[in-house]
C-alpha cells in the first residue's frame, strides 16, 4: 500500500507534489493505472488512480473517500519535555503517532536541557510515522511553549502528571476510563520540579505513576500514550 499526504486535496483529478511524483516514478516505479492511497491529515482517507505520469508530474483521480477514517472516541495530549539528544524526542514522535495522539505540547520546564526545538522537522517526523502507519488524522504539534502556560490552559477532561518524587500517586491504567479525554504531562530527564508538581495540583491535576521502573523520558511518554490506546481497545 502505498499513501501519500496531500494535506491540500481540493479538486480532481489533483496533482501530487514534485516529490512525490519523483517518489511514485522513481523510487516506486509506480505506472499508469495503478492505484495509491492519499492521506490529509484531517480524517480523510482517498483512494487514487494513476492518470499521468513522469519524473516531475503525477497526475490521479480520486475515486474513493473514506471520511474520519479509523477516528477516536476520545482525545489524547501529551504535553513533554524534549530530551537533550533530538533523536530520542523524534521517536517519541514516530512511536506516539503510530500508536494513536491527537495533540502533543513541547514543554520548557525547570529541569529542561532542551529549550530549542524546531517544530518543522517534528511536523516531518510525524508526518512519515503517519504514512507508515495508515493515519489519516494528523497530531496536531505545538511551538514549544512553558510549563505554567500549558498547566494553566482549561482541558476538557482528565489532567494528569507523571514524576518519580516520593508521596502516593496512582497508577495510569487505573485512573483512565475508556472514552475519557486525558492530558498527560511527562517531564524532563531531571524530573518535574516540587514547584511545578505543586502548580500542577493547583490547577486540578491528578499524580500518577507509570509503574516501578523508572524510565527515561520518551519512554515513560510511549508508555503513557499506549496505555490510554490499550485502555479504549477494551
Same mark, same amino acid.
Given at each position: 500500500?502505498?499513501? %501519500?499526504?496531500?494535506?491540500?486535496? *481540493?479538486?480532481?483529478?489533483?496533482?501530487?507534489?514534485?516529490?512525490?511524483? /519523483?517518489?511514485?516514478? &522513481?523510487?516506486?516505479?509506480?505506472?499508469?493505472?495503478?492505484?495509491?492511497?492519499?492521506?490529509?491529515?484531517?480524517?480523510?482517507?482517498?483512494?487514487?488512480?494513476?492518470?499521468?505520469?513522469?519524473?516531475?508530474? &503525477?497526475?490521479?483521480?480520486?475515486?474513493?473517500?473514506?471520511?474520519?477514517?479509523?477516528?477516536? *472516541?476520545?482525545? #489524547?495530549?501529551?504535553?513533554?519535555?524534549?530530551?537533550?539528544?533530538?533523536?530520542?524526542?523524534?521517536?517519541? #514522535? $514516530?512511536?506516539?503517532?503510530?500508536?494513536?495522539?491527537?495533540?502533543?505540547?513541547?514543554?520548557? &520546564?525547570?529541569?529542561?536541557?532542551?529549550?530549542?526545538?524546531?517544530?518543522?522537522?517534528? $511536523?516531518?517526523?510525524?508526518?512519515?510515522?503517519?504514512?507508515?502507519?495508515? /493515519?489519516?488524522?494528523?497530531?496536531?504539534? +505545538?511551538?514549544?511553549?512553558? %510549563?505554567? /502556560?500549558?498547566?494553566?490552559?482549561?482541558?476538557?477532561?482528565?489532567?494528569?502528571?507523571?514524576?518519580?518524587?516520593?508521596?502516593? /500517586?496512582?497508577?495510569?491504567?487505573?485512573?483512565?476510563?475508556?472514552?475519557? +479525554?486525558?492530558?498527560?504531562?511527562?517531564?524532563?530527564?531531571?524530573?518535574?520540579?516540587?514547584?511545578?508538581?505543586?502548580?500542577?495540583?493547583?490547577? *486540578?491535576?491528578?499524580?500518577?505513576?507509570?509503574?516501578?521502573?523508572?524510565?527515561?523520558?520518551?519512554?515513560?511518554?510511549?508508555?503513557?500514550?499506549?496505555?490510554?490506546?490499550?485502555? *479504549?481497545?477494551?
Amino acid at each position: 500500500m502505498h499513501i %501519500f499526504y496531500s494535506p491540500d486535496i *481540493n479538486g480532481n483529478p489533483y496533482r501530487l507534489t514534485e516529490n512525490e511524483a /519523483k517518489h511514485c516514478c &522513481c523510487v516506486l516505479r509506480l505506472n499508469i493505472d495503478d492505484l495509491i492511497y492519499l492521506i490529509d491529515g484531517r480524517g480523510n482517507f482517498y483512494t487514487a488512480k494513476i492518470v499521468d505520469l513522469s519524473t516531475k508530474k &503525477c497526475m490521479v483521480d480520486i475515486v474513493d473517500i473514506k471520511n474520519n477514517y479509523e477516528q477516536r *472516541n476520545y482525545k #489524547l495530549h501529551i504535553a513533554i519535555a524534549p530530551t537533550k539528544n533530538i533523536d530520542r524526542f523524534e521517536w517519541f #514522535l $514516530e512511536k506516539s503517532t503510530e500508536i494513536g495522539i491527537d495533540e502533543i505540547t513541547p514543554i520548557v &520546564c525547570e529541569h529542561s536541557e532542551r529549550q530549542i526545538l524546531k517544530t518543522e522537522r517534528a $511536523e516531518k517526523v510525524i508526518i512519515a510515522a503517519a504514512k507508515q502507519s495508515i /493515519k489519516a488524522f494528523l497530531p496536531k504539534i +505545538n511551538e514549544l511553549t512553558s %510549563f505554567k /502556560k500549558i498547566a494553566e490552559q482549561n482541558f476538557d477532561g482528565k489532567k494528569l502528571i507523571a514524576h518519580c518524587h516520593d508521596g502516593e /500517586k496512582t497508577l495510569l491504567q487505573k485512573i483512565i476510563k475508556p472514552r475519557e +479525554n486525558v492530558l498527560i504531562f511527562i517531564g524532563p530527564e531531571g524530573d518535574f520540579s516540587k514547584n511545578e508538581i505543586q502548580f500542577a495540583l493547583q490547577n *486540578n491535576f491528578t499524580e500518577i505513576s507509570l509503574g516501578n521502573s523508572r524510565l527515561r523520558t520518551e519512554t515513560a511518554a510511549v508508555h503513557a500514550c499506549s496505555t490510554v490506546c490499550l485502555i *479504549n481497545e477494551k
